[in-house]
């Protein structure tokens, strides 16, 4: 008999609820973004967290009219972003709450895992960095910016923060140029798809790197608004020479955690890991240097349940 394996997460900006089977099999993905209004660059928690109790038991009810419940062996939440002691976000609460009512309702497991790993769990899902015992990964989103050591025994994750911003973020750089450019809050989706009739500039960017794998990216949000300003350069030429900037900060950080901790295998998650043009140098890049480069499918790059759902299983 088939089981299996619930994950939901409740994120600041989508709410989330996964599926998959006993063979690590996703076999479903319900997500509904919340609302941002137009103009803005983001929500606050109290609004959030609102949003979330709202649509939460919708996809619940979604997923008991499409599986048979009896069958669901682990219900798992993300509880907290990361796996430190003081991490905390409002918005993590709602679906903390709702997982362990299905559980106790169903009599099956309960189990709690950081934001964090259900993007690494995403990654891992039948690749070979399930059978990795170390590798590296990059966690780039709107929230995060953090190269990371991860120790992998079963699933049993140790995460180490090794590098990553000391300022901006590489998804909040994103957005704040989309949305000064006039698109709505998130941008990157929107930004990817003009920036794939763009070239990328000629231009003499400045990359503030410090102690090897941290970095500041403040300057590049600046620079970035002053192209717009200027009115000399197409919007999509702008946009691509924005990704091809953050692919190359990556691609430098990322060489260099490799070399200093001797790992090979390198994850890259996190929504704007689903970016084509960051892809596409990294693959390139990579490539000639002997790194065994894992991102997940597009659709798992952004936040999800699935990730969660595989670390439950």
Not at 33 to 52: C, I, N, P
Not at 117 to 130: K, P, T, V, Y
Not at 133 to 159: A, M, P, W, Y
Not at 177 to 194: H, Q, R, T
């Amino acid at each position: 008999m088939d089981r299996y394996y619930v994950g939901i997460d409740t994120s600041a900006y989508t709410t989330s609820l996964g599926v998959i089977d006993e063979k690590g099999i996703p076999i479903m993905d319900l997500r509904t973004m919340l609302k941002v209004e137009k103009g803005k660059k983001g929500l606050r928690q109290q609004d959030a967290v609102f949003q979330h109790m709202n649509n939460l038991p919708i996809l619940i009810a979604d997923m008991a009219e499409m599986i048979d419940v009896s069958k669901i062996e682990v219900v798992s939440c993300s509880s907290r972003p990361r796996n430190l002691e003081d991490s905390y976000m409002p918005v993590f609460t709602v679906g903390k709450g709702q997982a362990l009512i299905l559980a106790k309702i169903l009599n099956c497991a309960y189990r709690e895992f950081s934001h964090q790993e259900g993007h690494i769990g995403a990654g891992m899902i039948n690749s070979d960095l399930e059978h990795k015992s170390k590798f590296i990964s990059l966690h780039i989103s709107g929230g995060t910016t953090e190269l990371l050591r991860v120790e992998n025994e079963d699933k049993d994750l140790k995460i180490d923060i090794i590098g990553g911003t000391l300022d901006l973020n590489f998804g909040q750089l994103i957005d704040r140029i989309g949305v000064e450019a006039g698109l709505s809050f998130p941008c990157g989706k929107s930004m990817d798809k003009i920036a794939k009739g763009g070239d990328v500039l000629n231009l003499n960017i400045p990359m503030s790197i410090k102690d090897e794998t941290w970095f500041n990216i403040s300057g590049l949000e600046n620079y970035f608004k002053k192209l717009m300003f200027a009115d000399i350069y197409e919007i999509e030429d702008i946009f691509a020479t924005l990704f091809h900037t953050i692919a190359r900060f990556i691609y430098k950080i990322t060489i260099k955690a490799c070399r200093q901790y001797d790992i090979r295998d390198v994850l890259f998650t996190g929504g704007v890991s689903a970016n084509g043009i960051i892809r596409q140098y990294l693959k390139l890049a990579s490539g000639r240097e002997g790194i065994n480069l894992t991102f997940p499918s597009v659709d798992l790059c952004t936040d999800s349940g699935i990730g969660i759902a595989y670390m439950g299983r």
